[in-house]
């Protein structure tokens, strides 16, 4: 089966840097795309950034370009989400999706649970 | 950036009723739509209904369907069960940002 699960969250204060992973399992890594997506506490939604399989394409939300930077290993079947220059409206939980993926015999897509982080002086 | 228009904002519906959510794309996105769903009760992860705007998720049920294609997109959930009230989100994927609409909040 195929499962993400993210680690790293805590509790840090504004300007502090955090790095957060998400370790993958049941599908091709190396194929396929990761997003970061991450909700803070009474809204909805927001996708933060994406990887491809290769590395060689990325993208980032308007509201963390250039504070924040995501990597992978594909050795080790995990992406990195490097926040630095935290701020308070970065308070939220971040999850891993990634897009329809084919275990061999199946296809769909999948999030993982999640990781707390909370930004407060 | 594609963005995504998501309506109505909440629903307040009755057991047994049809729902239907609307999404429309700033630009046209062929099929690239997943719906995701946001329940209480499942600690509030997210979990996936539909990907490609209208292939249902492994063990989704059937009661869920998807359509549209370009910019224009609908979720309607059939015969609505106690278990389906949440938050209803859907998404734009495949290149760029992968934007999300702003979100259905379903009660009865």
């Known amino acids: 089966d195929v499962e993400l699960v993210e680690s790293g969250g805590s509790r840090v204060k504004p300007g502090e840097s955090l790095r957060l992973s998400c370790a993958a399992s049941?599908?091709?890594?190396?194929?396929?795309?990761i997003n970061w997506v991450r909700q803070s506490p009474g809204k909805g939604l927001e996708w933060v950034s994406s990887?491809?399989?290769?590395?060689?394409?990325?993208n980032y939300a308007d509201s963390v370009k250039g504070r924040f930077t995501i990597s992978r290993d594909n050795g080790k079947k995990s992406v990195q989400l490097q926040m630095d220059s935290l701020r308070v409206d970065d308070t939220a939980v971040y999850y891993c999706?990634?897009?329809?993926?084919?275990?061999?015999?199946?296809?769909?897509?999948?999030w993982g649970r999640g990781t707390l982080v909370t930004v407060s002086s | 950036d594609v963005q995504m228009t998501q309506s109505p904002s909440s629903l307040s519906v009755s057991v047994g009723d049809t729902v239907t959510i609307n999404c429309r794309a700033s630009?046209?996105?062929?099929?690239?739509v997943l719906w995701h769903r946001q329940r209480p009760g499942n600690g509030n992860v997210p979990e996936v209904l539909?990907?490609?705007?209208?292939t249902l998720e492994s063990g989704v049920s059937s009661r869920f369907g998807g359509r549209g294609s370009g910019t224009d997109f609908t979720l309607t959930i059939s015969s609505l069960q106690p278990e389906d009230v949440g938050t209803y989100y859907c998404?734009?994927?495949?290149?760029?940002?992968?934007?999300f609409g702003q979100g259905t909040r379903v009660e009865i």
């Open positions: 999706l990634t897009p329809p993926v084919f275990t061999g015999y199946a296809m769909g897509v999948h």
């Open positions: 049941g599908f091709t890594f190396s194929s396929y795309l």
């Open positions: 990887i491809s399989g290769t590395g060689s394409s990325i």
């Open positions: 630009e046209d996105i062929a099929n690239y």
């Open positions: 539909i990907y490609g705007a209208s």
């Open positions: 998404q734009k994927y495949g290149s760029g940002p992968w934007t």
